[in-house]
């Protein structure tokens, strides 16, 4: 089965029971880049996010033991092998084609990661999150599988490549702005459409890609849980 079954899955029925919320809270920010505050210490900012991802796979590899920066970097370097990292803004990230254009993007709102490499006890919030977004990560905070929580664009006519994640990671798109006409989702081959105020949840390391072949970008909010 490609993908879960959102009613056994306690974060899903949290996130739909109060999407009118999330959704408001997201109407504040809509995206808006000129909306976050450029701190000091971007530079930092980019350390935590890569910190995130070397945390995240270090959670879900079923083989922890041993795991050098070796392997890590290799395992991260395979993950986004089709796309170009790169930062817009204070916790603000993306993915680019190799012809440039941005295919993916996202702005953090939590995570489990300290900068120190271990995991927190609670959600550390962004300062995105503290200014648009403090209702709904406080949702979030009592479920202690929960890994990282962060809103995803996957812009008006873009498409991302086929890809897989992380195998211990169950990863929750819940859908917030998604619009009408050819967009599409696919996991293990199966195909479904997001629904704004409902769960999609599947397997992280099973093959999936989407695409949005209209001219309005789709909003989900991911949120991570290890499995």
């Not at 996130?15 to 909306?35: A, H, M, P, R």
Request: charged share 25%; glycine share 8%.
């Amino acid at each position: 089965m490609s993908y879960l079954d959102v009613s056994k899955i306690e974060v899903c029925k949290t996130l739909e029971d109060n999407y009118d919320i999330i959704l408001e809270e997201y109407k504040s920010f809509q995206f808006d880049i000129n909306k976050v505050v450029d701190v000091e210490g971007k530079d930092d900012n980019w350390e935590m996010w890569k910190k995130i991802q070397k945390l995240t796979y270090k959670v879900s590899s079923k083989s922890k033991e041993g795991l050098t920066d070796e392997v890590y970097e290799k395992g991260f370097a395979d993950y986004v092998a089709s796309f170009k990292p790169y930062q817009a803004a204070h916790g603000w990230y993306g993915l680019k084609s190799e012809s440039d254009k941005s295919v993916w993007d996202g702005v953090l709102l939590g995570t489990r990661a300290n900068l120190d490499n271990t995991m927190s006890s609670k959600l550390n919030s962004t300062p995105v999150c503290d200014d648009f977004f403090n209702r709904t990560i406080n949702c979030l905070q009592g479920f202690s599988k929960v890994m990282n929580v962060m809103l995803a664009r996957l812009p008006a006519g873009g498409k991302l490549p086929k890809h897989s994640g992380f195998p211990s990671l169950n990863r929750i798109h819940f859908g917030m702005i998604v619009p009408e006409g050819d967009i599409s989702f696919c996991v293990g081959g199966e195909l479904k459409k997001w629904e704004e105020g409902k769960c999609l949840a599947f397997n992280d390391g099973s093959e999936h890609t989407a695409w949005n072949n209209t001219d309005i970008d789709r909003i989900v909010m991911i949120v991570d849980v290890i499995a």
